[in-house]
Each structure stands twice: as structure tokens, then as C-alpha cells.
């Protein structure tokens, strides 16, 4: 398995940014898909975004789409969360989660093996 750790995370007013990273160990990080989920309090851990192991596709909630991006970097064992345009409904414990879904299930959850310790994200009004 591969350890991750998230970071980046904090207080932001509504419409800014926040840019979050996932730093894994381990030397086969290259050869994981990827994704990012969060988990507002009381609702239950939903996907934002996934990106397969070449970066050559992602995903993106319907919620985020048009502004978040997700990105990797195999050399850095690193993948990241742009997140522009932030809203209230935003805030939320953004996990990162490292695993091998299949194309048709790069959003669930539960095909993701690994999972770092969560960053929280607050967006104020």
C-alpha cells in the first residue's frame, strides 16, 4: 500500500482559492489512480475528482466541474486539487485516496485502497 499525507487546507473567504496537495510514499505511486473525496459533517464522504496514473484522464464531481482541477506529478509522488471559485458548500475534510477503479468506477469510494488523514477546508460567507 501507499502512504498519503494531504496538506494545504485552511480558511478562505467565498470565491477564493485553495490549492491542496497529497505527497505518497512509496515507489509505485505512478502506477495508482488517484482521487480526492470529501466529508462535510453529518453527510457522507463524497467524491470531488480522480486522475488516472498517466494523468491522462480525470474526473470531476458535477459540483466542482469548471472549477477545480486536479493534477499529478509521478516524479514529485505528488497530486494536487486546484480549487478556484470556492463556495460555502465547499467546506468540508478533503481526503486524498490512492487505488485501482476501473474507468467506470473512478468515482467510488470503495475502489479506493489507500487513504491519507484528510485536510480541512472552511469557506466563509
Known amino acids: 500500500q501507499v502512504q498519503l499525507v494531504e496538506s494545504g487546507g485552511g480558511l478562505v473567504q467565498a470565491g477564493g482559492s485553495l490549492r491542496l496537495s497529497c505527497a505518497a510514499s512509496?515507489?509505485?505511486?505512478?502506477?495508482?489512480?488517484m482521487g480526492w473525496f470529501r466529508q462535510a459533517p453529518g453527510k457522507e464522504r463524497e467524491f470531488v475528482a480522480a486522475i488516472s496514473w498517466s494523468g491522462g484522464s480525470t474526473y470531476y464531481a458535477d459540483s466542482v466541474k469548471g472549477r477545480f482541477t486536479i493534477s499529478r506529478d509521478n516524479a514529485k509522488n505528488t497530486v494536487y486539487l486546484q480549487m478556484n471559485s470556492l463556495k460555502p458548500e465547499d467546506t468540508a475534510v478533503y481526503y486524498c485516496?490512492?487505488?485501482?477503479?476501473?474507468?467506470?468506477?473512478?468515482?467510488?469510494?470503495?475502489?479506493?485502497?489507500?487513504w491519507g488523514q484528510g485536510t480541512q477546508v472552511t469557506v466563509s460567507s
Open positions: 485516496a490512492a487505488g485501482f477503479p476501473g474507468v467506470a468506477t473512478m468515482t467510488r469510494r470503495f475502489d479506493f485502497g489507500s
Open positions: 512509496g515507489r509505485t505511486f505512478s502506477s495508482y489512480a
